[in-house]
């Protein structure tokens, strides 16, 4: 018999909460059935971030510097105002209404803006003044945060200078607490990722220039389940994982005398997909030469 030559299965939401409804012996049939599997995925998606379990979602950011300044968001949050044309590279805008407070890091086009974290919120049609250039123009909304807390973590960066890349190493909070001059400024040799809602990058030492780029993995979260008919942002290799883990917490709910079953059958779909979720390079072993000279 012929092969179908097909290679295009990809289950939606509906195919994985339908699977996993059967592996707990039960039937998906209401609106709520699919209101409370989607839930569960969600859950899921959330626990395989913390098990580091997504790396099909890191992506490459890039961040230029600014002057001064040392605090970045692990993403970018872009404010779209009247005219960016005055307003000054690392000077701090202040809401004349709102009384919030932000730093331009950079100006994408002659309406839009880069900011660091706001200290609030942005009043949508709000005047903001520029503290250095005293520049004024209006604000149209507030800027959202949504790509910088959709980040999970950053896991490598390097900074770029006349095009040559040198890494930066990454420290603790602990670490970067006792960097005794935080203000001393240079190309950046350190980063401590300041993991809260919205996460912040800060580097050291403070960038002395506008010009050199910041450019570093992160991963960032799975799209979330919010339809039955979306498919999910889980390369084909996992769908057993996922249809697994999802039966699983499905069964807590409503099958639990499957429960322990379905548990060990996902920690052994999940442990399969973690082993295979992982980079690969090429492994040398050089031997000592002092040893076989018999020097020491």
Do not use: H
């Amino acid at each position: 018999m012929a092969v179908s030559g097909s290679k295009d299965f990809e289950p939606n939401v509906a195919d994985y909460v339908e699977e996993a409804f059967e592996r707990c012996g039960l039937e998906f049939r209401t609106g709520y059935d699919a209101v409370t599997a989607r839930r569960s995925m969600n859950f899921l998606f959330a626990d395989w971030a913390n098990r580091g379990l997504n790396r099909w979602t890191i992506n490459q950011f890039s961040q230029t510097v600014a002057t001064g300044i040392s605090s970045y968001p692990a993403g970018a949050i872009t404010a779209t105002v009247g005219s960016s044309a005055s307003l000054t590279l690392g000077e701090t805008i202040t809401g004349a209404t709102s009384a919030v407070t932000a730093s331009i890091i950079t100006k994408p086009s002659a309406t839009t803006v880069t900011l660091t974290v706001p200290s609030g919120t942005f009043t949508s049609g709000e005047t903001i003044t520029g503290g250095t250039s005293l520049a004024s123009t209006t604000i149209s909304a507030s800027p959202s945060l949504k790509d910088v807390q959709s980040t999970i973590d950053v896991l490598s960066a390097v900074v770029r200078r006349s095009g040559s890349d040198v890494s930066i190493s990454r420290v603790s909070r602990d670490d970067y607490l006792s960097i005794p001059t935080k203000s001393s400024t240079g190309r950046p040799i350190q980063f401590y990722v300041d993991r809260q809602i919205t996460p912040v990058i800060k580097v050291w030492l403070t960038p002395e220039n506008s010009t050199d780029i910041i450019i570093y993995d992160r991963l960032v979260r799975i799209d979330d389940a919010d339809s039955s008919i979306n498919t999910v942002e889980v390369p084909f290799r996992f769908y057993p994982c996922l249809a697994a883990g999802l039966a699983y917490y499905i069964s807590m709910k409503r099958a639990p005398d499957r429960m322990q079953f379905l548990k060990s059958v996902y920690e052994e779909e999940f442990l399969r997909a973690a082993e295979e979720d992982r980079d690969r390079a090429s492994f040398s072993i050089v031997p000592s030469y002092s040893y076989l000279s018999g020097t020491s």
